[in-house]
């Protein structure tokens, strides 16, 4: 069965500052990982995901991810973290392209500071 | 906007008794899922739907169901409500083929009193 860890419950950062944001997987073979962000009170919204390829991935807002078969890792990145970003994001694995039977890390909160 | 629809946003009810939520995905997607999400549990996948017919089930109750209509709407049925199933509960939906994103609701919001 397939898992993922998110060490970290809660990050504060500075704005500014960069922000890393780390995610464990578990799944024997291929994962096919994702990002997703939550604000208060709203839905989920797709950073970015990796299928194959090109094991650094650009997503939306500014974020990147790399994947790193060797460490089960898929770890979010944000060069520079601006107030808007505090948020929930969660850290996801499918067994399947295309398939979105996901399962979900706990999730780690982002805290920005002034 | 996801383009996913769900109603109700609030839902209160009391233990025992049953409740619908609806979800309408985006257009011309065929497949439906649903998640719950809750403090103890997390984001949980309960089940899947594409073009009508179940196509998958994660950590759905007993107690729960769901279905998909013809026109591809997704209702989650919930019977015999306990405290414990007060949680966000999130529709998504995807199109089929390569390179294709799920889109979630912004969810029903459960409290079982």
């Known amino acids: 069965a397939q898992s993922v860890t998110q060490p970290d419950i809660h990050i504060t950062v500075s704005e500014g500052a960069s922000l890393e944001l780390r995610c464990n997987y578990s799944y024997g073979a291929t994962p096919y990982l994702f990002w997703y962000v939550q604000s208060p009170g709203q839905g989920l919204q797709l950073l970015l995901k990796?299928?194959?390829?090109?094991?650094l991935v650009q997503g939306i807002k500014g974020f990147e991810a790399e994947f790193k078969r060797s460490q089960s890792s898929f770890n979010l990145r944000k060069p520079s973290v601006h107030w808007s970003d505090a948020a929930e994001y969660f850290c996801?694995?499918?067994?399947?392209?295309?398939?979105?039977?996901?399962?979900f890390g706990a999730g780690t909160t982002v805290t920005v500071r002034a | 906007d996801s383009g996913v629809t769900q109603t109700p946003k609030h839902l209160i009810t009391a233990t025992g008794q049953r409740v619908t939520l609806r979800c309408s995905p985006r257009?011309?997607?065929?497949?439906v899922y649903w998640y719950q999400q809750s403090l103890d549990q997390g984001l949980q996948f309960l089940i899947q739907y594409y073009n009508g017919e179940e196509r998958a089930k994660g950590n759905i109750l007993e107690r729960f169901s769901a279905q998909q209509f013809p026109d591809l709407h997704s209702e989650l049925n919930l019977s015999s409500l306990e405290l414990g199933d007060s949680a966000l509960y999130f529709c998504?939906?995807?199109?089929?083929?390569?390179?294709?994103?799920?889109?979630f609701g912004q969810g029903t919001r459960l409290t079982v009193v």
């Open positions: 998504a939906s995807s199109a089929t083929g390569e390179n294709t994103e799920a889109f």
């Open positions: 990796y299928f194959s390829g090109d094991t």
């Open positions: 996801a694995v499918a067994s399947i392209s295309n398939d979105y039977k996901l399962s």
């Open positions: 257009s011309g997607d065929l497949s």
